[in-house]
């Protein structure tokens, strides 16, 4: 399992088509969890303290999990984890999976607007779906 800090990155820019199919630009930072993992903050300025927030965990196989991911209500509907995710898989150099609907544990679970949001990106063709495992993956 890899917890190195070296993907944190201050400002840059991160282009995205919502569902209104208008491009917006936001900020985006990478940051450090309060868990040591790497957190995704997307903000705009026009918006005030609301932000976009995905954290990774990392696995055992040096790909990493969402673990949260939270449009705070305003950010719904932008784009951004169409982006987002195979943004940051392209950064981490690895693949970024989704949760299983639940896992033998029921610690670990896909919500339905998780898995709405993960249908989006395999119609898009930005990620696939393992039947078996009952997992998304981006590469």
């Not at 400002?11 to 309060?34: A, N, P, V």
């Not at 990774?56 to 673990?67: E, I, Q, T």
């Amino acid at each position: 399992m890899r917890l190195v800090s070296t993907w944190v990155l201050g400002d840059m820019k991160l282009k995205c088509i919502g569902k209104d199919e208008i491009e917006r630009e936001y900020d985006l930072q990478i940051k450090e969890s309060f868990e040591g993992y790497p957190q995704f903050i997307v903000t705009d300025e026009s918006i005030g303290n609301e932000f976009f927030e995905l954290v990774l965990k990392p696995l055992d196989d040096d790909s990493y999990v969402v673990v949260m991911i939270n449009a705070h209500g305003v950010y719904g509907g932008c784009g951004i984890p169409d982006t987002l995710i195979p943004f940051a898989a392209n950064h981490l150099s690895t693949k970024i999976c989704s949760s299983p609907r639940m896992d033998e544990y029921g610690k670990n679970w896909r919500t339905p607007d998780a898995t709405k949001m993960w249908d989006r990106l395999v119609a898009k063709g930005k990620a696939e779906y393992n039947n078996e495992a009952d997992i998304y993956s981006v590469v």
